[in-house]
């Protein structure tokens, strides 16, 4: 894409990939241009949340973020807060982010996944005020909806390694499947 059709696709939303009965659902701090503009989540070439999914057990190969449709038949889901195409979290206030917290906490209460990861601590850290939260499960939960902070899979978080964020999120992963039964898509 040239960067005028970047720059067009700003403001642009992504539509949520979710159903009911979701084990986990996965919430992005903001959805970047790249995403806006081809409708897809974590849909720039060098963000690793794709590898990582795949690397952690989440998903049997590794998808593309045009394969995201098949979220709900894995039993997770994405959902970006706000929805709209921004060039980097940098460019989100901290009210963006609180104001992101009390709407994903409406979405979570609608849809009762299981986990709720926020992909991205220092954005869990704003959105709900917990400001000493680490990457892991957390005490708070949404009604009967337990929460885990992800790192970041961009790019541009050079302190975890797509091996060090795997190894996280397959711990998210163990959790949510604590009734000791695979997922019938990772078999």
């Given at each position: 894409?040239?960067p005028?059709?970047?720059?067009?696709?700003?403001?642009?939303?992504?539509?949520?990939?979710?159903?009911?009965?979701?084990?986990?659902?996965?919430c992005?701090?903001?959805?970047?241009?790249?995403?806006?503009?081809?409708?897809?989540?974590?849909?720039?070439?060098?963000?690793?949340?794709?590898?990582?999914?795949h690397?952690?057990?989440?998903?049997?190969?590794?998808?593309?973020?045009?394969?995201?449709?098949?979220?709900?038949?894995?039993?997770?889901?994405?959902?970006?807060?706000?929805?709209?195409?921004?060039?980097?979290?940098?460019?989100?206030?901290?009210?963006?982010?609180?104001?992101?917290?009390?709407?994903?906490?409406?979405?979570?209460?609608?849809?009762?996944?299981?986990?709720?990861?926020?992909?991205?601590?220092?954005?869990?850290?704003?959105?709900?005020?917990?400001?000493?939260?680490?990457?892991?499960?957390?005490?708070?939960?949404?009604?009967?909806?337990?929460?885990?902070?992800?790192?970041?899979?961009s790019?541009?978080?050079?302190?975890?390694?797509?091996?060090?964020?795997?190894?996280?999120?397959a711990?998210?992963?163990?959790?949510?499947h604590?009734?000791?039964?695979?997922?019938?898509?990772a078999?």
């Amino acid at each position: 894409m040239t960067p005028e059709e970047l720059l067009a696709a700003r403001d642009r939303l992504v539509p949520d990939v979710v159903a009911g009965g979701l084990r986990v659902l996965f919430c992005g701090i903001n959805p970047g241009l790249m995403s806006a503009a081809t409708g897809h989540h974590f849909a720039r070439p060098g963000n690793r949340f794709w590898p990582v999914l795949h690397l952690s057990g989440f998903t049997p190969r590794q998808l593309k973020p045009c394969g995201a449709g098949r979220a709900p038949v894995l039993r997770s889901g994405h959902h970006q807060r706000g929805g709209q195409g921004e060039r980097s979290g940098d460019e989100v206030s901290d009210e963006e982010f609180r104001e992101g917290g009390r709407l994903l906490t409406a979405k979570v209460e609608l849809l009762r996944p299981k986990w709720l990861a926020v992909v991205g601590i220092t954005a869990y850290r704003t959105a709900f005020g917990e400001k000493k939260a680490v990457v892991g499960p957390q005490e708070r939960t949404i009604g009967g909806t337990r929460i885990w902070a992800l790192p970041n899979p961009s790019g541009l978080n050079a302190h975890w390694t797509a091996q060090t964020m795997a190894e996280e999120y397959a711990r998210l992963r163990a959790a949510s499947h604590d009734d000791g039964r695979e997922p019938e898509a990772a078999r």
